[in-house]
């Protein structure tokens, strides 16, 4: 690994502790205090505490280590043994973990912790890099493993060493301490794993069956996330808890809807059509041009990528569900409208939110004024379909009328022969806004 515009040096590991080696290596306590700092956030962003509870309902022994308690266990490990396995993968992970943000104390502290195999870093090759997995294969080691498992013909697909690539990874498992599937390859297969799968392409926990997988998903994770699951295992006796998929809960135990920012704009209705409109300019929400932020669990939001600079959705760009298992299969086309998806209350849908809460702020005009709430009575009366853009198209039983696209030759924000007096109005502060985004 290059530290060529780190201020620290990266010494072969010595005798002693991982504190000592990173003294050695010159990593001032600021600094190394500042690492244990994010991967303390990081165990945070699933726990009680995060979510608005008291110290006092979190569960017993399950509240997140303290950055200070991050550091004095971090300090006192003696040097582990890491075998990092890349098989039928295209490397993307390994670089998410490694250049998450330029040269970094965590980059240095990945390399203090010894990877003895680990591909795309170590200089030995050949035989030089076989011998070097066989030997820490012997000892007691922690595995991570990116990408898939080709299975069809023998596993043929996808051979190092001569060796299938099923048989590398049984060797490397049999001795390991934890298991980490690193990337949605790893996980359950991804994109190679597609319909029609040509090489049968699995994930390591469908053939690992005798311990536990930790499945850090994501094509690829975030850097960081990658760096706390191992972080975890090192400062923590046992393995993190995890969700239904395998993936640790304190990274993956919230939907990116959930604290997506654009989410009140998915509650007023407020949707991006195309990706040139006024709305996309403004910042509205990205659900009908594909997001599938409602139905993916991961942590892009809270932590973001490239040290917290930006993240997909931040960047203009509907999420597409990455973190999620099979999601190329279930999520294509990447642009088309999720079916469905659950809005406020067990049976609503997010085409119902916005009118739901067009209804709401009716409500509450009516408290204020009661000629404005007169208007949007009379509009909602009206025998003429009025298609309200600001707020997305579609229709609402309990409201009483529907919504048709409007023919080809008619823009659909007007609508013949009928005045809409307040029908356009976005619910924000400014009261003169007419839905112009559109």
């Not at 303390?40 to 505490?49: L, Q």
């Not at 596993?155 to 934890?178: D, W």
């Not at 808890?241 to 407020?270: M, N, T, V, W």
Request: proline content about 8%; aromatic content about 6%.
């Amino acid at each position: 690994m290059s530290f060529e515009q780190s201020p620290y040096q990266s010494p072969v590991w010595q005798e002693g502790t991982l504190g000592e080696n990173l003294a050695r290596a010159g990593v001032d306590r600021r600094d190394f205090l500042k690492f244990c700092g994010a991967m303390a956030s990081i165990f945070a962003v699933g726990a009680p505490a995060a979510l608005g509870a008291s110290p006092a309902q979190a569960a017993p022994g399950k509240a997140p280590l303290t950055a200070e308690q991050i550091a004095e266990k971090l300090e006192g490990i003696k040097k582990p043994n890491v075998v990092w396995l890349q098989l039928q993968e295209c490397t993307g992970c390994s670089e998410s973990a490694l250049r998450s943000g330029g040269t970094t104390v965590e980059e240095l502290v990945l390399s203090l912790t010894s990877m003895n195999y680990f591909e795309l870093l170590m200089a030995p090759s050949g035989h030089a890099a076989e011998k070097a997995l066989e030997e820490t294969n012997k000892e007691p080691h922690i595995l991570v493993v990116n990408g898939s498992v080709p299975m069809k013909d023998g596993g043929i697909y996808g051979t190092i060493g001569g060796k299938s690539m099923e048989q590398v990874l049984r060797e490397s498992a049999e001795n390991a301490t934890a298991i980490l599937a690193v990337g949605a390859c790893a996980v359950y297969g991804s994109v190679q794993a597609a319909r029609p799968n040509p090489t049968g392409a699995v994930g390591v926990d469908e053939l690992i069956k005798d311990k536990p997988v930790i499945n850090v998903a994501g094509c690829p994770p975030i850097g960081e996330v990658i760096t706390a699951s191992i972080t975890y295992l090192l400062t923590h006796d046992g393995l993190p808890e995890l969700d239904a998929e395998g993936r640790p809960k304190f990274a993956y135990d919230q939907r990116i809807h959930d604290s997506c920012p654009r989410r009140a704009h998915f509650d007023a209705g407020q949707y991006v059509r195309t990706f040139d409109d006024e709305a996309a300019r403004n910042g509205w929400c990205l659900y009908e041009v594909g997001c599938k932020g409602p139905s993916t669990f991961s942590p892009c939001p809270i932590i973001q990528w490239n040290l917290g600079t930006s993240w997909p959705i931040g960047a203009g760009h509907p999420c597409i569900g990455c973190t999620e298992k099979h999601f190329f299969d279930r999520f294509t086309p990447f642009y088309e409208e999720l079916p469905n998806v659950p809005g406020l209350g067990i049976e609503a849908t997010a085409e119902k939110v916005g009118w739901g809460l067009v209804g709401a702020a009716t409500v509450g005009v009516a408290a204020h004024a009661g000629l404005t709430a007169a208007r949007h009575a009379a509009a909602k009366r009206t025998p003429v379909d009025v298609q309200i853009r600001a707020f997305g198209e579609g229709g609402d039983p309990t409201i009483g009328t529907t919504t048709p696209t409007p023919p080809p030759d008619q823009p659909a924000h007007q609508v013949t022969g009928v005045e809409q007096p307040g029908a356009v109005e976005t619910i924000n502060n400014d009261s003169t806004s007419t839905g112009k985004g559109e």
